[in-house]
């Protein structure tokens, strides 16, 4: 009897035990939480990358300034690098230059080796948490920083070359620019070569210094929604497109004698962003296929060009082709431009909006920009800042209410929609940078207008975070006022009327709605 009550206990248990092995194995499988290793040192980041497993961050804990031997991410490995402020350094070997005994010279042995290598079917971010530089460096003559053949994300820290003849970033995969600065300074150099698929979201490519360089060399696919694409340099270009390129936003930029912004012989479509020249270079020059539909090209420096039209097809059917500086021209043609709708113009001293024709001799059709004075009436509203109420200049134009930008910027500094505010002389640009608190320039809040202004269509380009904004706006007095309505939408607070107490409420607690 005693044998079989044991028995039956036993059985009870073994089925206890079935139960909940069979409730475990029908259990949903969660993954597991994202492990984080140390590492400094090539041979210790590399053993951290070959350990790493799915969702892994690998923290760099110390600088180096002796790299001797890349840093590979092999296929299948799906890493995330945080530079947290420290600097990667390829090894300086110093020599002396026989024609020019005794100054010493820079060699290194990481000559044509990347620092980072992402192989095909792998996967690496690279991000810096840390407060300080999170820079990778190669110093070597015909030097990389990164090869991509896999899928590359740069989220943060710098990547450079100091060496002639070198290319910072050489991708064939997929790349996205997402917060990095990605720089070559010397001649010959390249700060990305894409044959692969790159976009710009944010952050920044450079050509710094060097003659006959560029910033992005593009034989691949390239897209450009937001950050900055800059040739600082004498004789180089910020982009030369032999491939396919879609601008939707951002600024591509030549702050240099004989630099241009973007030299096309692919095909490009424009939809927004800005192309500009700010040196006696030029903005864009067409050799390819160029259809634009939206954003600018702008020759805001003296003796500049926006746009030239040497040959290959152009057609601009809405946007903007301006110039704005001293003897500078918004469209030189040699051949291939047609106008279906946009607007070219030229407000500089002895600027011109178009010189030359098309081949086939139909000269495009210039718009001038209309009459645009209108009356601006001093706001009789109240108005009330998160819950304060605030005097300053305001106006209704057209029934809708204008603020002073920078009256706004200063009543809002400090609180969740804060913004400052950056005025670029050489590009008329107002650049508007949100989440920052406001830099005060002296005569923001000044005594409420009473007296009825004369009010003119402000020409000053607007952009938000490196984008385009095509914000209504007028200048009053050299000041310039916007619609409040835009920038709340824009900006994302509350914007409220109270007609029965005539109140004009902004709220940056809560979203904007219409």
């Given at each position: 009897?005693e044998?079989?009550?044991?028995?039956?206990?036993?059985?009870?248990?073994?089925?206890?035990?079935?139960?909940?092995?069979?409730?475990?194995?029908?259990?949903?499988?969660?993954?597991?939480?994202?492990?984080t290793?140390?590492a400094?040192?090539?041979?210790?980041?590399?053993?951290?990358?070959?350990?790493?497993?799915?969702?892994?961050?690998?923290?760099?804990?110390?600088?180096?300034n002796?790299?001797?031997?890349?840093?590979v991410?092999p296929?299948?490995?799906?890493?995330?690098?945080?530079?947290?402020?420290?600097?990667?350094?390829?090894?300086?070997?110093?020599?002396?230059?026989?024609l020019s005994?005794?100054?010493?010279i820079?060699?290194?042995?990481?000559?044509?080796?990347?620092?980072?290598?992402?192989?095909?079917?792998?996967?690496?971010?690279?991000?810096?948490?840390?407060?300080?530089?999170?820079?990778?460096?190669?110093?070597?003559?015909?030097?990389?920083?990164?090869?991509?053949?896999?899928?590359?994300?740069?989220?943060?820290?710098?990547?450079?070359?100091?060496?002639n003849?070198?290319?910072?970033?050489?991708?064939?995969g997929?790349?996205?620019?997402?917060?990095?600065?990605?720089?070559?300074?010397?001649?010959g150099?390249?700060?990305?070569?894409n044959?692969?698929?790159?976009?710009?979201?944010?952050?920044?490519?450079?050509?710094?210094?060097?003659?006959?360089?560029?910033?992005?060399?593009?034989?691949?696919?390239?897209?450009v929604t937001?950050?900055?694409?800059?040739?600082?340099?004498?004789?180089?270009?910020?982009v030369?497109?032999?491939?396919?390129?879609?601008?939707?936003?951002?600024?591509?930029?030549?702050k240099?004698?004989?630099a241009?912004?973007?030299t096309?012989?692919?095909?490009?479509?424009?939809?927004?962003?800005?192309?500009?020249?700010?040196?006696?270079?030029?903005?864009?020059?067409?050799?390819?296929?160029?259809?634009?539909?939206?954003?600018?090209?702008?020759?805001?420096?003296?003796?500049?060009?926006g746009?030239?039209?040497?040959?290959?097809?152009?057609?601009?059917?809405k946007g903007?082709?301006?110039?704005?500086?001293?003897?500078?021209?918004?469209?030189?043609?040699?051949?291939?431009?047609?106008?279906?709708?946009?607007?070219?113009?030229?407000?500089?001293?002895?600027?011109?909006?178009?010189?030359g024709?098309?081949?086939?001799?139909?000269?495009?059709?210039?718009?001038?920009?209309?009459?645009?004075?209108?009356?601006?009436?001093?706001?009789?509203?109240?108005?009330?800042?998160n819950?304060?109420?605030?005097?300053?200049?305001s106006?209704?134009?057209?029934?809708n209410?204008?603020?002073?930008?920078?009256?706004?910027?200063?009543?809002?500094?400090?609180?969740?929609?804060?913004?400052?505010i950056?005025?670029?002389?050489?590009?008329?640009?107002?650049?508007?940078?949100?989440?920052?608190?406001?830099?005060?320039?002296?005569?923001?809040?000044?005594?409420?207008?009473?007296?009825?202004?004369?009010?003119?269509?402000?020409?000053?380009?607007?952009?938000?975070d490196?984008?385009?904004?095509?914000?209504?706006a007028?200048?009053?007095?050299?000041?310039?006022?916007?619609?409040?309505?835009?920038?709340?939408?824009a900006?994302?607070?509350?914007?409220?009327?109270?007609?029965?107490?005539?109140?004009?409420?902004?709220d940056?607690?809560?979203?904007?709605?219409?």
């Amino acid at each position: 009897m005693e044998r079989k009550r044991i028995a039956s206990r036993k059985g009870r248990y073994l089925a206890i035990v079935l139960s909940v092995l069979l409730i475990l194995t029908l259990m949903p499988v969660t993954a597991s939480a994202a492990v984080t290793l140390y590492a400094s040192g090539t041979a210790p980041i590399q053993n951290a990358v070959n350990q790493a497993q799915a969702g892994t961050v690998i923290k760099i804990n110390a600088g180096m300034n002796n790299i001797k031997e890349t840093i590979v991410i092999p296929k299948g490995k799906d890493v995330t690098i945080d530079l947290s402020g420290y600097n990667l350094y390829t090894q300086q070997v110093f020599g002396v230059d026989p024609l020019s005994n005794p100054v010493k010279i820079n060699t290194a042995d990481m000559e044509k080796n990347p620092v980072f290598m992402v192989e095909k079917g792998a996967s690496l971010t690279i991000l810096s948490s840390g407060v300080g530089g999170g820079e990778v460096v190669n110093r070597s003559k015909n030097g990389l920083a990164v090869v991509n053949e896999g899928t590359l994300t740069l989220k943060g820290g710098s990547f450079s070359v100091t060496g002639n003849e070198s290319t910072c970033v050489r991708n064939s995969g997929i790349l996205l620019l997402d917060g990095a600065k990605i720089t070559a300074e010397t001649k010959g150099s390249v700060a990305v070569a894409n044959t692969g698929t790159m976009t710009v979201k944010s952050g920044s490519v450079t050509m710094e210094k060097g003659d006959a360089s560029y910033g992005i060399k593009n034989t691949g696919t390239l897209h450009v929604t937001g950050g900055t694409i800059t040739a600082t340099s004498q004789n180089s270009l910020g982009v030369l497109n032999q491939g396919t390129m879609t601008i939707s936003g951002g600024f591509l930029y030549a702050k240099s004698s004989a630099a241009g912004a973007l030299t096309n012989e692919g095909t490009v479509s424009q939809t927004g962003g800005s192309i500009n020249s700010v040196g006696i270079g030029w903005g864009a020059v067409n050799k390819g296929t160029y259809n634009m539909t939206g954003g600018d090209i702008a020759a805001t420096g003296s003796y500049s060009v926006g746009l030239k039209a040497e040959k290959g097809s152009f057609v601009l059917t809405k946007g903007t082709i301006r110039a704005t500086g001293t003897s500078s021209t918004a469209v030189l043609i040699t051949s291939g431009f047609e106008n279906k709708g946009g607007l070219i113009t030229a407000t500089g001293a002895t600027a011109q909006a178009v010189v030359g024709g098309d081949t086939a001799g139909s000269a495009p059709e210039t718009q001038a920009p209309a009459a645009n004075s209108v009356k601006a009436v001093p706001t009789p509203s109240a108005i009330i800042i998160n819950g304060q109420k605030v005097s300053f200049d305001s106006y209704n134009i057209k029934g809708n209410n204008y603020f002073k930008l920078r009256d706004l910027a200063y009543a809002l500094s400090g609180s969740a929609k804060q913004f400052d505010i950056v005025w670029d002389q050489a590009a008329q640009s107002i650049l508007m940078f949100s989440g920052q608190s406001y830099t005060a320039v002296g005569g923001e809040m000044a005594k409420k207008d009473t007296a009825q202004r004369t009010a003119k269509e402000s020409t000053a380009m607007v952009y938000l975070d490196n984008a385009r904004k095509d914000f209504k706006a007028y200048n009053i007095e050299g000041n310039n006022y916007f619609k409040l309505r835009d920038l709340g939408a824009a900006l994302d607070f509350g914007v409220f009327w109270d007609g029965a107490t005539n109140t004009i409420t902004i709220d940056t607690t809560v979203g904007y709605t219409e």
